[in-house]
């Protein structure tokens, strides 16, 4: 036997496996992070379903609720107004709390299989990280006229980046992982 025939000599392999989306730079091993196209899609149905219960409130014009379809389809901007965008959040927010606290999901996060957990400990997060921050504070600062679409693009774009994680990803200290 040639001294190239035994692997237990000096000359050991430096191979090493390639990284998991879960393991990619700063993000800790955990759960595998949800993909871009199902994290697309939770917002579709979560956006579907909010603007399903404003518009027939906004149609109907219920006046002491002060939306109206105006304030949804914006004046003359494209842009919704900041009272439709506030009344959606609370309209979204009615919807998914008790989801959110409790399992870290949103309608739509749960009809496709992820979950949002805490970026540093894979565990569950805190009301105040996925409601104060990645929701409310997010969605307020989308509201505001001209800024809030450069934000929005932004915080999109975000999703881009090795770790997957969104701008509201960052500011709220979370990460969205499949369930499985």
């Known amino acids: 036997m040639s001294e190239n025939d035994d692997n237990s000599g000096g000359d050991q392999s430096t191979y090493e496996t390639p990284t998991t989306p879960s393991e990619e730079a700063g993000t800790p091993s955990g759960p595998d ?23 027939p409130i906004a149609y109907f014009n219920p006046g002491p609720l002060g939306v109206t379809m105006l304030d949804i389809v914006g004046t003359g901007s494209r842009q919704m107004s900041v009272e439709g965008s ?7 927010m009615a919807i998914n709390s008790y989801l959110l606290v409790t ?9 496709l299989g992820i979950r949002i957990v805490d970026a540093a400990s894979n565990g569950a997060a805190t009301a ?15 509201a505001i006229p001209i800024i809030g679409n450069l934000l929005g693009l932004a915080d999109a774009l975000f999703i881009f980046r090795g770790d997957r994680r969104c701008a509201h990803d960052l500011i709220a200290g979370t990460k969205v992982v499949s369930n499985s």
Do not use: E, N
């Open 33 to 55: 992070l949800a993909g871009r196209g199902r994290r697309l899609g939770g917002y579709m149905i979560d956006t579907i379903i909010a603007f399903s219960v404003l518009v």
């Open 86 to 92: 506030i009344w959606f959040l609370i309209i979204f």
């Open 103 to 111: 399992k870290g999901q949103t309608v739509g996060k749960w009809m």
């Open 128 to 142: 105040v990280k996925i409601l104060g921050l990645r929701y409310v504070l997010v969605l307020l600062v989308m």
